[in-house]
Each structure stands twice: as structure tokens, then as C-alpha cells.
């Protein structure tokens, strides 16, 4: 499929921090798409702002797309796609405490963890994780609770800062099980109508999910939430 458009990291690089409204907007058409990924039993491993890509259509919203699903995990496999014989596979920025530890033995939840760095990095403008070297960043992420985003961003709601702390939680007993749990906790700072991500998320995931309470109003408004999100997904190695 030929796309038009510009993925995240290059709206962050231009614009720097986001609108609540508008970021989470972006992360729940996002969680919709990786939705359809988990119940296929795939878990991507490699989610970042430049594989999320915003093209662009003739008359509406620019769409969510997640990419590249090269080093992408399935039930069945330990993984999919060409970079199997790296022993790190992912983005570090992005790679949760335990993808850092074995690529092979990741579930959703590493994903949630992804989907939470890049909620922080939109609305702050800023990685919760960042260092000169490698080394440095499994350092950080495996061995140090992620900083919080209220104390980068002390004037985003508590609310969203919550939500990005228990998708940041080092232990994945403790982050959100699902990304319908995700989308239930941010979806309250989202533009109008974002509880419909989370019916669509739900839906494909077999949950019951509620929109969290928001502490406070989003800051900014956005579009309408967009119809599902395209996902671009391999088929499992037999």
C-alpha cells in the first residue's frame, strides 16, 4: 500500500509536544490497530513514533498506521521476519525490562509498555529514557523506575500522568494487562467520542472495558476519533 503522510518522530521533530487531545488521539487509533495484532496472537516488539505513521486522506483526518512488524512475535513462533539472529531486537528507547532480559519471551504487555514511552515522548516532547550509549538505556530501564511525567510536564493532568506510570511499570504484573485496559485509562483525554476506540478495542480483544474517570480536562481538542486503524501484519511462519 502506497502511504502519504510522515510518521510520529517526524511530527515530534518538527512540532516537539503534542496536544493531549491530539496524542491520545494518535495512541488509541494505535492500541486499535495492535488490537488486532494481540488477538492473532502477534506481539509487535517494536513499537515507536517511526512506526506509527499518519497518512493522509483526501478530505479527512489523517490515520494512524502501524508498520514494520520485521521482528513481530507470535504464539506459535518464537519470532517473524529477518532480524532473528540479533540478540536485542527492538528499539531500546522503547523495549520494555523484560524484552531487554529475552526478545523470545515477551507478551502484550511489552507492547503496553511501548504504547506508554510514546504517549510521554508525544506530550512531553521528550523519551522518559534517554543516554548517549546502549548500555546506558538497559541500564536505566531495567534497573530504575521510569521517571514520572508530571514531574517533566508538571501541567498535563494527573490523570494521563497515572496512566503512563502503570503502562511504565517495571514488573508487567503491574502494567495493564491488555491494550484495552490502556485505552480505557487514556481515553478520558482524548478528543470527542474516543470511548469508541475503546468498544472497537474491546471487541477484538473479547474485554469489557470502561473509560476511566479523567482527573482533569485535556488540555487541547483534536478530530473525532477516525475509523479503525490499518495494521500491517505478516502472516505467521508455519
Not at 504504547?115 to 508525544?122: H, K, P, S, T
Not at 522518559?128 to 546502549?134: I, R
Not at 511504565?168 to 504484573?173: D, H, S
Not at 473479547?206 to 478530530?223: F, K, R, V, Y
Request: proline fraction near 10%; hydrophobic fraction near 45%.
Amino acid at each position: 500500500e502506497y502511504l502519504e503522510g510522515g510518521d510520529l518522530s517526524e511530527a515530534l521533530a518538527k512540532g516537539g509536544a503534542m496536544p493531549v487531545a491530539r496524542a491520545v488521539s494518535y495512541l488509541l487509533q494505535a492500541c486499535e490497530a495492535i488490537a488486532e495484532a494481540h488477538a492473532l496472537g502477534i506481539v509487535h516488539r517494536d513499537l515507536k513514533p517511526a512506526n506509527l505513521f499518519l497518512a493522509r486522506r483526501a478530505g479527512r483526518d489523517a490515520i494512524v498506521k502501524v508498520l514494520d512488524f520485521g521482528i513481530s512475535k507470535t504464539s506459535e513462533t518464537a519470532t517473524s521476519g529477518l532480524t532473528q539472529t540479533s540478540n536485542v531486537m527492538g528499539s531500546p528507547q522503547y523495549m520494555s525490562p523484560e524484552q531487554m532480559m529475552s526478545s523470545k519471551n515477551v507478551d502484550a504487555r511489552a507492547d503496553v509498555w511501548a504504547l506508554g514511552v510514546i504517549l510521554f515522548e508525544l506530550v512531553s516532547g521528550e523519551p522518559p529514557f534517554a543516554a548517549e550509549t546502549m548500555a546506558e538505556i538497559v541500564y536505566m530501564v531495567t534497573q530504575r523506575d521510569a521517571p514520572l511525567l508530571l514531574a517533566k510536564s508538571p501541567d498535563l493532568p494527573p490523570g494521563l500522568g497515572a496512566a503512563v506510570a502503570r503502562a511504565l511499570a517495571r514488573n508487567p504484573a503491574q502494567r495493564y494487562a491488555n491494550v484495552a485496559q490502556l485505552a480505557a485509562a487514556i481515553a478520558p483525554f482524548g478528543p470527542p467520542r474516543s470511548e469508541i476506540s475503546i468498544e472497537r478495542i474491546a471487541r477484538v480483544l473479547g474485554t469489557h472495558e470502561a473509560p476511566a474517570e479523567a482527573s482533569s480536562p485535556a488540555s487541547a481538542s483534536a478530530p473525532a476519533s477516525s475509523p479503525p486503524p490499518f495494521v500491517a501484519m505478516p502472516v505467521p511462519t508455519p
